[in-house]
């Protein structure tokens, strides 16, 4: 049984920069679910996509979007990015809205 | 807004001494509770969770006891191990409505000594 897996590890973008990051889901979890953490802080909730429609999202501006894909994978894009973009971003995967989350190892995002 | 309040770390002890990290949350429902914990370059792993008042939650070890008239869910384990050494994170989230977001402590750092 596949993990969840997400892409890139680490990623370097300047100010005002666009960025997608990519996740895959466990085998067979129609839901996947975005967070965001800061250094020393804990993870916030961005966003929620259960089979491919947004179903909760948290206090992030628009310019957080995201998609999920017919295959359950899911894509998280950050417009016009700022130096508080800097975090890592955490990818969970889960077979319905309120089961049990299987985290990814993240994307580390350093905003220049 | 809800929130989670988890003591300041780090934390540092010896093998075999007794683990307590202290969890009180506020919420404006009836939220279930969790400790997630988070080993040195993984993602976060689901340690234990209760849904109820008065609910112990407990693996590896680990317990935590749901105390509605307090709004604490304290981790507890008897006994650590230098394997235990990770980032503990307590969370809620509030049950009914469509939102399904946990809401996380700002997380504490726990290192075992051999």
């Known amino acids: 049984e596949t993990g969840v897996t997400q892409s890139p590890t680490h990623l370097i973008k300047t100010r005002g920069q666009q960025v997608t990051l990519r996740c895959s889901s466990q085998s067979g979890h129609n839901t996947v679910s975005w967070y965001q953490q800061a250094l020393g802080q804990g993870p916030q909730f961005i966003f929620q996509?259960?089979?491919?429609?947004?179903?909760g999202r948290g206090n992030f501006p628009p310019r957080f979007s995201g998609l999920q894909f017919p295959n359950y994978s899911s894509e998280l894009n950050v417009n016009a990015l700022e130096l508080d973009d800097s975090a890592l971003y955490l990818c969970a995967s889960s077979l319905g809205a309120r089961e049990k989350l299987f985290f990814g190892s993240g994307t580390q995002l350093s905003v220049l | 807004g809800d929130s989670v309040t988890q003591m300041e770390g780090p934390v540092t002890l010896s093998e075999e001494a007794f683990l307590t990290i202290n969890c009180t949350y506020t919420?404006?429902?009836?939220?279930?509770l969790f400790w997630y914990v988070q080993y040195p370059g993984e993602g976060l792993q689901l340690l234990l969770k209760a849904t109820k008042a008065d609910d112990k939650g407990s693996n590896k070890g680990f317990e935590a006891t749901y105390r509605k008239e307090t709004t604490s869910f304290h981790l507890e384990k008897g006994s650590v191990q230098v394997s235990d050494s990770a980032v503990y994170f307590c969370?809620?989230?509030?049950?009914?409505?469509?939102?399904?977001?946990?809401?996380f402590g700002k997380g504490t750092l726990l290192t075992v000594n051999p």
């Open positions: 919420a404006t429902g009836y939220p279930s």
């Open positions: 969370a809620l989230r509030e049950e009914g409505g469509s939102n399904y977001k946990l809401t």
């Open positions: 996509y259960y089979r491919e429609e947004e179903n």
